[in-house]
Nanobody
Framework: QVQLLESGGGLVQPGGSLRLSCAASGRSISLYAMGWFRQAPGKEREFVARIAWSPPTTYYADSVKGRFTISRDNAKNTVYLQMNSLKAEDTAVYYC????????????????WGQGTQVTVSS
């Protein structure tokens, strides 16, 4: 069983940047598609980004496309989410996810979750 631990969240002003990290332990993530989801207060958890294992093809929600970049370092067993040009609506708890798959409906799901890290975008 793989354990996922997020870090890097915090308070940032609109237009600022943050980089989230997701350190995996217990199993190598090199053969798994990894991703990030987020959940804002009063809303359902939503897909943010996914990176395949080989080739490391990336997919993004329309709301973050062009501003966020997902990447992975298999040697460090770590996944990253670089977030630029942050907006107030990006405020949420961000969750790292393992084994992210895309359903026929076009939505994404996962079977392994981290504990989450809070990102707050506010002036």
């Amino acid at each position: 069983q793989v354990q996922l631990l997020e870090s890097g969240g915090g308070l940032v002003q609109p237009g600022g940047s943050l980089r989230l990290s997701c350190a995996a332990s217990g199993r190598s993530i090199s053969l798994y598609a990894m991703g990030w989801f987020r959940q804002a207060p009063g809303k359902e958890r939503e897909f943010v980004a996914r990176i395949a294992w080989s080739p490391p093809t990336t997919y993004y929600a329309d709301s973050v496309k062009g501003r966020f970049t997902i990447s992975r370092d298999n040697a460090k067993n770590t996944v990253y989410l670089q977030m630029n040009s942050l907006k107030a609506e990006d405020t949420a708890v961000y969750y790292c996810a393992g084994g992210v798959s895309r359903r026929d409906s076009g939505t994404y799901s996962s079977n392994t979750w981290g504990q989450g890290t809070q990102v707050t975008v506010s002036s």
